[in-house]
């Protein structure tokens, strides 16, 4: 069993929330991010996505794009992004790592190579915005056989036809986006995600975990009950632009940057232990 | 549409030109795409489509535009003939209206209230608020914040036609970052917007569809030349940022095996310099914006920053055919700089009275430069594209002339 697919095991046998936080990597440095993600698998990040900076991020929204803005300026790419996954691997081995990013810098250094060096630094599962499974070519067969989730999307304006078809493509989680648009915007109405998750759960026993618009306790818990977990993006990376640069940077500034994800974790569980978890339609 | 040789028939049905092309978008947008595609495809079997396509051109285009031959800047050379396809004449000057007529006609026949497109130099967004403007659409144009400072002429036109025009401040401020704000907008409010791509870039079916309303301009070609000169040309010149004048005008000759082509990309300060926007001549494949192609791209996979004097070539990217076209050795991708661009267009303006667009003054540097080691019977047909009156301010400050009543006029 894939670390991913453990992790979220152990989560539906205990009845809790899977928080996945993402972050740019490099945002604002390699060593800012290594302290961040440190700090967010403490609080009570279950797994963590890493964004890979790409300098045209085209379905990300404004606090996203200024976060791959800072890292690109600062240098980032991807084999520092690869460089940075294998130190946090040292540091914590348990914590399910995803990478996240666009298609462009992956088939620059090559499939296979880029297949090779996630396995390497420990990886768990692999995320491509702009590669639909029908464009993937040979990627998933070579993450597949280093034992790396093939991580995919699944949208409201997904057909379910082709919903079933990127279930077929998909192992570890399948993320779902929670509205149309870009990451960080308003979330769609609670009715049409249950409705389209519940769509989703007759299909597949995947974990699904819903990303794009959430942004703090209150939409965390609204949307954990209809899912097996939430990711939350944009309004951590928002916190991280706060950061004050390194030179000048307090012991506790990163924690006020991850403390939101503490709270929301704190949240979730308060909702699992209360009255309320018979009635989440989580499975035991 | 005339028939094609096998190799030139692309794409594939899920929009393939060989290892270019096809469908690199995120998952909100596949639904959008494959629509599109959908309704493209069944209005393409139409003949009533096209022949509201065709009336359209005619009455409210101006089409067919003629064929001229240069004969002052034929002399100049001392070679080939020289023959222009006046897309310049074009209502709202430049080629770009055929393709906005035509995507219009598609978004109203999809029931889509909102149009929305990207612009670089500003050409395609005029031409897609004017056809916002006729048929009643609402419509938001993404611009460049870097763009709209320099074409400010057509910023203000765009206006003028009732659009809305959006300064684009993320990225590098140019057409790429307007490219990718239009994309998020349209995932955004996918069920009401239709996107109107203004080259033959993108995701499947835009190059494709683009193409064939393009193609209107090497079809009108071949004949005018054929009924004038009993022949076909011997090469066609064409400017390549995205690339749609130079496929409309290629692709109804491809299968003519003794018709040379050029494509001719922007070298900005030389190719050495890296200060260009010539992904043919010096980048390499990848994927942006929905398709693979060549790029221009650091080793690590990030886009790179363009140059070119032209801003409708200032693009990091280029339709995927063009990239086939590039394998199949059937096009050659050349390259003029900024400083041979400005050269040709004073040249035509001088020699002809005809004032052509920045960016078909790339074609035409390389078009006399080839005329000058062909024979003098031999004739090549260069797409003047559009018209430089959006330029004239743009080089009069690169030149430190007074852009002014001052300059040039006796006292």
Request: contains cysteine; charged residues 20%.
């Amino acid at each position: 069993m894939s670390r991913i697919a453990g992790c979220a095991a152990a989560a539906r046998e205990s009845g809790r929330s899977l928080l996945i936080p993402y972050l740019v990597a490099g945002d604002p440095d390699l060593e800012t991010s290594l302290a961040l993600m440190v700090e967010l698998a403490a609080v009570g990040a279950d797994m963590i996505e890493l964004g890979i900076p790409f300098s045209d991020p085209s379905a990300d929204g404004p606090a996203i794009q200024r976060g791959v803005e800072r890292a690109l300026a600062a240098g980032a790419n991807l084999r520092g992004v690869l460089e940075l996954a294998r130190r946090f691997r040292e540091l914590d081995g348990e914590t399910p790592l995803v990478l996240m990013g666009y298609l462009n810098p992956i088939e620059i250094m090559g499939y296979a190579e880029f297949a090779g060096e996630c396995a390497l630094a420990g990886v768990d599962g692999v995320l491509v915005v702009d590669m639909p499974p029908g464009e993937a070519g040979d990627l998933p067969a070579l993450l597949a056989a280093r034992g790396i989730d093939r991580i995919f999307l699944v949208s409201p304006t997904t057909t379910a036809e082709r919903a079933k078809e990127i279930i077929e493509h998909t192992s570890g989680y399948l993320y779902y986006v929670s509205l149309k648009g870009v990451t960080g915007a308003a979330l769609d109405d609670r009715e049409s995600v249950a409705v389209n998750i519940a769509r989703l759960r007759g299909w597949t026993d995947l974990p699904v975990v819903i990303g794009f618009g959430i942004k703090d306790a209150g939409t965390a818990v609204a949307m954990s009950e209809l899912a097996d977990g939430v990711i939350i993006g944009s309004a951590l990376v928002e916190r991280i632009a706060r950061l004050p640069p390194t030179q000048s940077r307090r012991s506790d500034d990163v924690g006020e940057a991850t403390a939101l994800i503490g709270s929301v974790r704190r949240a979730l569980d308060a909702r699992c232990g209360g009255a309320g978890a018979s009635e989440t339609g989580k499975r035991p | 549409m005339p028939e094609r040789e096998a190799a030139f028939s692309g794409p594939d049905e899920s929009g393939h030109f060989g290892p270019y092309g096809g469908v690199f978008v995120g998952e909100t947008l596949i639904r959008a795409v494959a629509e599109l595609a959908a309704a493209y495809d069944r209005l393409a079997g139409d003949p009533r489509f096209w022949q509201g396509f065709d009336a359209d051109l005619a009455d409210y285009v101006g089409r067919p535009s003629p064929i001229y031959l240069a004969e002052r800047l034929s002399a100049a050379c001392g070679g080939a003939r020289i023959w222009l396809k006046r897309e310049d004449l074009n209502h709202t000057g430049a080629h770009k209206v055929n393709n906005t007529v035509g995507q219009a006609l598609l978004a109203r026949h999809m029931g889509k209230t909102r149009l929305i497109a990207e612009t670089g130099a500003g050409q395609h967004g005029v031409a897609s608020a004017t056809v916002a403007a006729r048929l009643g659409l609402e419509c938001h144009v993404y611009m460049g914040a870097e763009d709209i400072v320099r074409q400010a002429p057509n910023v203000y036109r765009m206006k003028l036609l009732g659009a809305e025009v959006v300064a684009v401040e993320s990225g590098s401020r140019t057409l790429k970052d307007a490219m990718n704000e239009a994309l998020r907008d349209w995932a955004t409010n996918v069920d009401n917007t239709y996107y109107i791509i203004g080259t033959v870039a993108g995701p499947h079916p835009y190059p494709r569809m683009v193409r064939d309303f393009q193609c209107v301009i090497g079809r009108e070609a071949r004949e005018q030349f054929s009924a004038r000169t009993g022949a076909l040309p011997d090469a066609l010149v064409a400017c390549v940022g995205g690339g749609s004048n130079a496929i409309g005008l290629f692709h109804p000759f491809l299968a003519d095996g003794g018709v040379a082509m050029y494509g001719v990309e922007a070298a900005g300060r030389g190719l050495a310099s890296g200060e260009h926007a010539a992904p043919l001549n010096a980048g390499r494949p990848g994927v942006l914006h929905g398709n693979r192609t060549y790029l221009m791209s650091d080793e690590h996979g990030q886009i790179l920053d363009t140059h070119s004097v032209s801003a409708g070539l200032d693009y990091p990217g280029v339709g995927p055919e063009h990239a086939w076209l590039k394998d199949l050795d059937r096009v050659r991708y050349v390259a003029a700089t900024d400083a041979e661009a400005l050269a040709a267009f004073h040249q035509l303006t001088r020699l002809e009275g005809i004032i052509p667009a920045l960016e078909s003054s790339h074609a035409l540097a390389w078009a006399t430069r080839l005329a000058a080691g062909m024979e003098r019977e031999q004739n090549i047909l260069v797409n003047l594209s559009g018209r430089g009156d959006k330029d004239i301010e743009a080089v009069a400050r690169l030149e430190g002339a007074d852009f002014g009543i001052n300059s040039g006029i006796r006292q």
